[in-house]
């Protein structure tokens, strides 16, 4: 069973920056593609990044070029830095791991709220 735990959230103007980070444990770290998702307040969760075992990584439009995902498989973490961001990037953060071969993303964490003032 794979547990995720993630942390770096908070509140920021827009324009500014937060690094989230999402410590794994109770799985082969370096075996599953680990993606960032959100929620903001009253949408559907939403996919924002990913990144796979072979360090592909891949963005939702709406964040390319402002957010950076990247995995540490030393530590079994991954990273999203958030670059400009902007009052629409408010939500609960999420992380989540997907083993090879599935389809979907199998395992989740609690999120991390992340809020951005105009």
């Known amino acids: 069973q794979v547990q995720l735990v993630e942390s770096g959230g908070g509140l920021v103007h827009a324009g500014g920056s937060l690094r989230l980070s999402c410590a794994t444990s109770?799985?082969?770290?370096?075996?599953?593609?680990m993606g960032w998702f959100r929620r903001a307040p009253g949408k559907e969760r939403e996919f924002v990044a990913a990144i796979s075992w072979t360090d592909t990584s891949y963005y939702a439009d709406s964040v390319k070029g402002r957010f950076t995902i990247s995995r540490d498989n030393d530590k079994n973490t991954v990273y999203l830095q958030l670059n400009s961001l902007k009052p629409e990037d408010t939500a609960v953060y999420y992380c989540?791991?997907?083993?090879?071969?599935?389809?979907?993303?199998?395992?989740w964490g609690q999120g991390t709220q992340v809020t951005v003032s105009s």
């Open positions: 109770g799985g082969t770290f370096s075996n599953y593609e």
């Open positions: 989540a791991a997907r083993a090879r071969g599935n389809m979907n993303f199998d395992y």
